[in-house]
């Protein structure tokens, strides 16, 4: 290479990006598993998606208390010596709980596969849900809901989505204290015979992968009671709110408001929904966006404010987030309306579009940096039941959104009139 000479300039838009296919296979019991086998360290990343979240609980608040409780105590380990297994092969295993989906995700270097994953299989076959345990997950969960609800962008994450979705929705189904001192041991385990002893499941690895980690997988889990998913849930009807203009009092002392302004908006089968997502970060999805050159850099009313489409499987939103002094809270929320007017009035120039183009290649370009991006990605695709060319399309609607289309998106969806307003202060 001659350092003398400057490598020449590429615009993003031209970069001709690849998706590394994945590897399928099926456990004995039908279990889907995805693998990509890449990478230069020897480390691991395994991830169990069991449909178990708060879409298939009977009474708030089950579904994440189970998943939480899977890491605290087997019929052989309690949940001191369950984390020092963990550690002792210096593995990391987490879990986690949404609105479909729960899963519980193993890292590990990759010679203590099978040491990691038997751990886990012990973990998800033999819980036994300690009561000591389950009182200090619900002491643990009072205290820190009690600190959250003095914090008004808290109350206004959760209002919002009572709004789109009605309050009995699961995407708006949230734990207050009656339902979290509720819980009980009988109620989880009922959960966890249900959604995990004999769910649905998916398994996503990735990482430089032994030679023997399917039979690993198949060893451990192939035998087990478990099912192959259907990615596509039957649709619960939502219940929004016929009121659109909240203005909400929190805390007393408050020198600033959380707002939120959101409107329904289809999920990512619509049609729409691809170049939704390029108007989008013209009008506040990155921090050259209309939304912060206006709010932040001119009016300065904000330090950050940013739009985006909800990341849900069934229905999404979109959503429009900051916080602001509480001077400035209602004349901000009219110059999102104009903002808004403006994408409706006029098309963008050739030149804000390609920048936003470029930004966004460049955000996928870093999206697929690795395996565990990589399989990021795949699993987004797969757990929305999106075809395998879904990643090539979106680019090709990156590449070629005109903004003519982006003009007519905007008279489509960015009307004052599809949106709540929520100011909680």
């Not at 020897?42 to 998943?67: H, R």
């Not at 999920?267 to 050159?293: C, E, Q, T, W």
């Amino acid at each position: 290479m001659n350092r003398k000479i400057a490598p020449s300039i590429v615009d993003a838009v031209n970069f001709n990006l690849q998706l590394k296919p994945y590897q399928y296979y099926a456990l004995d019991n039908g279990i889907p598993v995805y693998c990509i086998d890449a990478g230069e360290q020897d480390v691991l990343q395994i991830e169990w998606v069991f449909y178990a979240g708060n879409w298939f609980e009977q009474q708030q608040g089950v579904a994440a208390a189970t998943n939480f409780m899977l890491k605290n105590g087997t019929s052989s380990k309690n949940a001191y010596e369950l984390n020092e297994a963990f550690d002792y092969y210096g593995s990391y295993c987490s879990r986690s709980c949404y609105n479909e989906t729960a899963t519980v995700s193993l890292h590990c270097l990759n010679r203590h596969a099978e040491k990691g994953v038997g751990i886990v299989a012990e973990m998800i076959s033999d819980s036994v849900f300690p009561e000591k345990e389950l009182e200090i997950f619900k002491q643990n969960s009072k205290q820190r809901l009690q600190v959250n609800q003095k914090k008004c962008e808290f109350v206004a994450g959760r209002k919002i989505d009572r709004l789109l979705y009605g309050e009995k929705h699961p995407y708006a189904a949230y734990s207050n204290e009656p339902e979290i001192d509720a819980l009980d041991v009988a109620l989880l385990k009922n959960f966890y015979e249900q959604y995990y002893l004999q769910g649905s499941c998916v398994i996503f690895v990735a990482g430089k992968l032994p030679l023997n980690i399917m039979g690993i997988l198949n060893e451990y889990f192939g035998k087990m009671p478990l099912k192959k998913p259907d990615y596509l849930l039957k649709p619960l009807p939502a219940d929004p709110s016929s009121e659109k203009k909240w203005r909400i009092k929190n805390d007393e002392h408050a020198v600033q408001g959380a707002i939120r302004m959101a409107a329904s908006f289809p999920n990512r089968h619509h049609p729409d929904f691809k170049k939704a997502i390029v108007l989008n970060n013209i009008f506040g999805g990155y921090f050259g966006s209309r939304l912060m050159s206006n709010i932040r850099e001119e009016k300065g009313y904000t330090y950050g404010i940013y739009s985006y489409l909800q990341n849900h499987i069934q229905e999404s939103a979109w959503m429009i987030s900051t916080e602001a002094g509480l001077e400035y809270c209602e004349p901000l929320i009219e110059e999102v309306y104009k903002e808004m007017k403006l994408l409706r009035d006029a098309p963008v120039s050739n030149e804000e579009l390609k920048l936003v183009q470029n930004y966004m290649m460049g955000s996928l370009l870093g999206d697929l940096d690795g395996p565990f991006h990589i399989i990021a990605k795949w699993k987004n695709i797969i757990l929305n039941g999106l075809g395998e060319d879904y990643f090539y399309s979106s680019v090709e609607a990156i590449k070629n959104s005109k903004p003519e289309e982006l003009q007519e998106l905007a008279q489509k969806y960015l009307q004052p009139e599809n949106f709540y307003e929520l100011i909680v202060y």
